[in-house]
């Protein structure tokens, strides 16, 4: 009994060992093995990138009077809960293109944590290190029971710890660690911090604080710094001022007295450790003398277009432009876009011109203009903007704006100024092609606008452009809205086939609608509302309307006026086949005067968008002054 017991056991095992065994298909469990030169100790001399990387084993320590050189493109492992302390001198000169990294061994087997190792620790001798081009990651383990330089110290719980010392840290990356990112400690602690990201630490961003049993805390120099999403305050404790919004800086974006700044830097992929600046990081060209904040400089090629382009001259001899980011023109400044020249826009990124823009002959498009849903969000120049600028003879494809809701913007978006717009071309705009607000007065004229969303050209708060000479068809909304006390000089433009209203008046807006020709439009001519009351002659007026609203009441599709809105007509041809000719308070009130005529304009071949006037037309003789009205009736095409 007891032979065949061992036998059963003996084959048990035999079996066992088999159904265990590691195949040569199947890889061990468990993570994977830091690799690199192993180091721990005292170090000093030199650490070459040919050994590199290092896969550091235990504490780490540059002695009192020696000094360490660490060549640039190193990386330093921590294999552990280790930390590095330098007592003399650290010279980790990394390079713009080829960072020292100090990260954990998970971290370089990308499987980087908070806390996975413990600090750089720059004691009292330290004062003449330096970190430059550096990446500090995954370390400042939290950890209440090591403290520095003995029991009476502070807890080493920060990425980079500076007791009583005054290292130069500068374009360095300080991320993902789990507690401060750095830590000054003590009176004498002056280190001097610039240009450097500090991003999503599980602590402060920058922490100063007295050693203990002292009054006195830490007075570092803190100078063009981003700290963004560390997990309690980005400068915490820090010398006064610091972290306080009181300038801008030449991004237009919002600093402290020393160009620090709390914005998220736009990374292209953090978790997986590309710290790569995306083209609309706001550290590109925010750092001291335009440098890069971080320790990735992003370089902008030479016919990449980016925030402040004011001095530029765009010529075609450059194209394509690659639009990477918004553009903006600072007071004072002048953007010239030359004849021929071409703007791809990257992204759904715009113009904003506070200066002087000088634009002729140019083509606006996004990267993918064949697609019509890829749109580019258009320019916007505001009341600061120089009203001697100009947009001519341009082409723009599928705008978009970032004002998409009342007052809407548009493919060009005027604010309180008055400038030229002529000649250019709009195809595919989502929302307006022309956008005129807040007193706005420019000059559109002799643009072909095909295509567009909420209306052609939009004037609101008390605008009033000189609208002539424009084509206008093929769009959703309104071709010309005006709104809220807008009343521009509407003359000699053609506005057809649109699929809701040609001229809508609303909110005490009293335009002068001269000599246009306002046709095939599948709702209605022009729509007087909310006590508007302008003056309208020498148009034609045909054709609007479709067997849907033709039915409607309400609004008619000749010309209607309604809430207390009470229109001037003379000398106007308004036509329909069917439908109304004239609804609502105009109709109750007796109609227009006999100077309107009611008769088929007889355009050349109104469906293929000719509206010249045969040669029997009655509107050849119906204006005022004894010629014809409509689009043609007066002023060169």
Request: proline share 5%; glycine share 10%.
């Amino acid at each position: 009994m007891k032979l065949r017991v061992i036998l059963w056991l003996a084959l048990s095992a035999l079996l066992l060992g088999y159904g265990c065994a590691t195949s040569d298909h199947q890889a061990p469990t468990g993570p994977a093995p830091v690799t690199g030169t192993p180091i721990s100790g005292a170090l000093s001399g030199v650490l070459s990138a040919a050994d590199s990387p290092y896969r550091v084993t235990g504490d780490l320590t540059v002695p009192a009077g020696e000094s360490l050189v660490i060549e640039h493109g190193v990386e330093l492992r921590f294999d552990g809960l280790y930390m590095f302390l330098v007592q003399g001198h650290l010279e980790a000169l990394g390079t713009a293109d080829d960072n020292i990294i100090f990260t954990s061994g998970q971290g370089s087997l990308g499987n980087g944590d908070f806390g996975q190792w413990r600090a750089l620790v720059f004691d009292t001798g330290a004062d003449t290190s330096i970190l430059q081009y550096c990446q500090v990651k995954f370390g400042a383990v939290w950890d209440s029971t090591v403290r520095y330089p003995d029991s009476t110290g502070l807890w080493v719980n920060g990425a980079i710890y500076c007791w009583n010392s005054s290292p130069i840290i500068r374009n360095c990356n300080i991320v993902m660690n789990g507690y401060h990112g750095i830590y000054c400690i003590g009176s004498q602690s002056k280190p001097y911090i610039l240009n450097n990201l500090i991003y999503e630490n599980d602590g402060d961003g920058i922490r100063c604080e007295p050693i203990p049993g002292q009054a006195v805390k830490a007075e570092p120099e803190i100078w063009y710094n981003d700290s963004k999403e560390n997990n309690a305050r980005q400068y915490a404790e820090a010398p006064d001022g610091i972290g306080e919004r009181t300038r801008i800086n030449d991004n237009g974006d919002s600093t402290d007295f020393q160009f620090n700044m709390s914005l998220d830097p736009l990374f292209e992929d953090f978790a997986m450790q590309d710290y790569r600046l995306h083209p609309c990081s706001p550290c590109i060209v925010a750092g001291l003398s335009g440098a890069t904040i971080g320790s990735i400089p992003y370089y902008v090629g030479a016919t990449e277009l980016r925030g402040d382009a004011g001095g530029r001259v765009i010529t075609a001899a450059g194209n394509p432009w690659t639009v990477s980011c918004d553009i903006f023109v600072n007071p004072g400044e002048t953007l010239t876009i030359e004849p021929g020249s071409r703007l791809l826009f990257e992204g759904i990124y715009g113009m904003h011109i506070s200066g002087k823009l000088e634009a002729e002959g140019a083509t606006f498009i996004p990267r993918d203009s064949a697609n019509a849903a890829i749109k580019w969000l258009g320019i916007l120049l505001d009341e600061n903007a120089d009203p001697n600028s100009y947009i001519r003879n341009c082409r723009f494809v599928n705008t978009s704006t970032t004002l998409n809701g009342e007052p809407y913007g548009g493919a060009i978006t005027v604010q309180g100024i008055s400038l030229d717009i002529s000649e250019n071309t709009f195809e595919g705009m989502q929302f307006a092609a022309v956008s005129c607000q807040y007193r706005a007065q420019p000059i559109i004229a002799d643009n072909v606008i095909n295509g567009y969303g909420t209306m052609a050209i939009n004037c609101f708060d008390n605008s009033h452009p000189s609208i002539h000479h424009n084509k206008i068809f093929n769009g959703l909304g309104y071709g010309i809205l005006c709104d809220f006390t807008s009343s521009p000089l509407i003359e000699a433009n053609l506005i057809y086939d649109n699929l809701h209203i040609g001229i809508k008046c609303e909110n005490q807006s009293s335009p002068i609608v001269q000599y246009n020709t306002i046709a095939l439009n599948a709702y209605a001519g022009i729509v007087c509302s909310l006590q508007s009351n302008p003056l309208i002659k020498n148009n034609i007026v045909a054709f609007n309307g479709s067997p849907v609203t033709w039915a409607d009441s309400a609004y008619g599709n000749g010309v209607t006026a309604q809430n207390s809105s009470f229109p001037q007509l003379a000398y106007n041809d308004v036509y329909q086949e069917q439908g109304a000719l004239y609804n609502g308070e105009m109709l109750s009130a007796g109609g227009p005067d006999s100077t309107n005529i009611s008769s088929d304009p007889l355009f050349v071949n109104a469906t293929a968008g000719n509206f010249h006037l045969q040669a029997n037309s009655p509107a050849l003789t119906a204006a005022e002054d004894g010629g014809q009205v409509g689009a043609y009736g007066q002023g060169e095409w």
